[in-house]
């Protein structure tokens, strides 16, 4: 089975053309190539199928197996691949995901090729319920979480997954492996969440780590990013525009007057191959 390996500021996932291929076990096939020492390594497995309603679509599964409904940086590289591989050739792309229809602008390089496109990521979702937060609240800002023996305060926002965006001044030294896991699936989470630490540089500029549920820590997470923009006018703390450092590059996210977040960010193909033992 034909592979393309990709990536969108370092978070990186293994490609599979649904045109062309056909995967019985996405989840376990995730599980399988998505492991660091005896796969090809990545944060999961994406799925570019045919869609009736856009473009084309993006199944994505973490490398835990399970399927999430968004990720920011995995549809820009599948509206890369579509349009280097001819799959769509439209500008501005649409692109159907578990999170609904997002559409992209998308901006070549001298080769014709993709290098980076601009994501509407959507309207936020702030009321608890929706997210889903397990607190009898109508907004999640600056609520307080026991993990760990400590008490934390945390901002929650859905851009079609979950988030929670926590504050430090000294982002470097959290211990994300272990407190990642912990938010995670933390009893405050039915769906549990994607946990995001951020420290501020200045109102337009960020920088974060993330643990993204089901995968882990990753070096970039494009809906997280969205959230932390959100976060940031909602706690005070930032402008509606802001640069974000990512540990695998920048983003860039713009909280837009008609509610929609705008994220622009690179997409790379790094390389393909062959999976043996697979029938397509």
């Known amino acids: 089975m034909r592979f393309t390996k990709m990536h969108g500021a370092g978070n990186d996932y293994v490609y599979v053309n649904g045109f062309e291929e056909t995967v019985a076990d996405p989840a376990g096939l995730a599980r399988r190539m998505s492991d660091r020492h005896v796969g090809i390594g990545g944060d999961g497995l994406v799925l570019i199928l045919p869609s009736p309603t856009a473009d084309l679509r993006m199944r994505m599964f973490n490398a835990d197996g399970s399927e999430a409904e968004m990720c920011g940086n995995a549809v820009r590289c599948v509206a890369k691949y579509a349009w280097d591989h001819g799959l769509a050739r439209r500008n501005p792309m649409r692109i159907e995901t578990g999170a609904g229809v997002r559409t992209l602008d998308l901006f070549e390089g001298p080769d014709g ?72 699936t933390h009893r405050l989470f039915p769906a549990k969440i994607n946990v995001h630490f951020v420290q501020v540089r200045s ?42 450092h990512l540990p695998g590059g920048d983003l860039e996210l713009q909280w837009a007057d008609d509610n929609h977040v705008l994220m622009t960010g690179p997409a790379v193909e790094v390389f393909s191959g062959d999976w043996p033992g697979e029938e397509s």
């Open 203 to 244: 109102p337009e500029e960020v920088t974060m780590r993330t643990w993204e549920r089901g995968s882990g820590i990753t070096l970039a997470c494009g809906t997280g990013a969205s959230a932390v923009c959100v976060a940031g006018v909602l706690t005070g703390r930032g402008a509606r525009q802001i640069l974000a």
């Open 113 to 184: 090729r993709i290098q980076r496109a601009r994501v509407d990521m959507g309207e936020p979702r702030l009321r608890a319920a929706e997210i889903p937060v397990a607190l009898d609240a109508d907004r999640v800002v600056e609520a307080p979480i026991r993990v760990d023996g400590r008490e934390f305060r945390m901002t929650c926002v859905s851009m079609g997954n979950p988030h929670a965006v926590f504050y430090t001044d000294d982002v470097a030294a959290v211990d994300l492996t272990h407190l990642g896991p912990m938010i995670e």
